[in-house]
C-alpha cells in the first residue's frame, strides 16, 4: 500500500498514448514493498505538447521520469544533459533530476545486456550477431552489444538506406566492431544465420499477429540463440520456431523489467527487489 504524504517524491512516465504502459504497476510494486515516500504515475503528453510538459515537469519538482514513444528522441533538446549512452543512440528513456538540471540517460540498453545474460545466458563478448531491424530499438540494441564488445554485428533492415544510416553512425565510434548489413531476404540472411551466436529482433514484427514470413530460421546453428524484444504476445511466431528447433530463446519482458530496475535506482539510489518488476510485469500482463 502506497501512503502520500507532504514530501512524497513524484516519478513518472511521459508517453502518447500512455495508458497501455506497465511502467506504473511495476514501480509502484517497487515503491510498496520498498516502503518508500515515491509514487509513480502516467503523464500523457501529446507531441507538440512536449517542451512545455518537460518544462511543467522541472517546474513541478517531478524527481524522475520515463520517456517512452514517441518521445524518447524528441525530448533531447529540452534536457539539460544527456548521458553518453543516450548521446550514442539519440534516445533518452529515463531522465533524472541533478540539481536543478534534467539529465536524459539510456537504460533501454543496460536493459538489454542484463536480459540477455539472465535470460539467454548470453555474454556478447567476442560474439557474432544478427540484428533484425534499425529503428529506435535497434540503434540501442547495437549500441549496447558493440559496448560490450561484440565481434560481428549484421544488420538487417526492410528499408536499406535505415539500416545503412545505422551502421554508418556507430562505425566510427566502436572500432572493433565488424559491423555488415543485410536485407531481409531469406537467400541472404541463410549464409548469416549459419554463422551467428544471437539472433535479435528489435522490430514489431510479432505483435497483433504480424510474423517474419520468410526468415529461414532452420539455418541457425544449434547453439545460436533468439533474443525478440517483442513481450505481448509472450510468445511470437519466431519464438514459436524457436522453441520448436529447440533454441534457447527469450521475450523482451527481461529487458523491460531490467532497463526499470536500473531507472529506479537512477532516481531512488535503492535496487529495488529482485525478480519483482519481472514477475509484476507477468501478472499484468496476464491479467
Ligand atoms: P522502434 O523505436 O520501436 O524501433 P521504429 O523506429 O518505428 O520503432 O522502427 C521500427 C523498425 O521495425 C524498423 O526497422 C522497421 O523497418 P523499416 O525501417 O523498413 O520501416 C521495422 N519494421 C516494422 N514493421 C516491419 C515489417 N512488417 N517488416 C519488416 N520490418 C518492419
Known sequence: MIRITGKTRVLGIVGWPVGHSLSPAMHNAAIAALGIDYIYVPFPVEPECLGPA????????????????????????????VSREAGLCGA????????????GHNTDGAGFLASLREDLGFDPRGAAILVL????????????????????????NRTAERGASLVERFRP???????????????????????IDLLVNTTSVGMNGTR????????????????????????????AAARERGLTCANGLGMLASQGEAAFSLWTGIEPPAGLMKITLRRELEG
Do not use: Q
Open 54 to 81: 518537460v518544462e511543467g515537469l522541472r517546474r513541478l519538482g517531478v524527481w524522475g521520469f520515463n520517456v517512452t514513444i514517441p518521445h524518447k528522441s524528441a525530448i533531447i533538446p529540452f534536457l539539460d544533459r
Open 173 to 195: 565510434v566502436f572500432g572493433g566492431v565488424g559491423f555488415s548489413l543485410s536485407s531481409l531476404c531469406p537467400g541472404e540472411l541463410v549464409g548469416h544465420l549459419r554463422t
Open 92 to 103: 533518452v528513456n529515463t531522465v533524472r533530476r541533478d540539481g536543478d538540471l534534467l539529465v
Open 212 to 239: 517474419f514470413e520468410d526468415l529461414p530460421l532452420a539455418e541457425l546453428r544449434s547453439g545460436g540463440r533468439v533474443y525478440d524484444m517483442v513481450y505481448a504476445p509472450a510468445e511470437t511466431p519466431l519464438l
Open 133 to 156: 531491424g534499425a529503428g529506435g530499438a535497434a540503434l540501442g540494441a547495437v549500441a549496447a552489444l558493440s559496448g560490450a564488445g561484440a565481434a560481428r554485428i549484421i544488420v538487417a
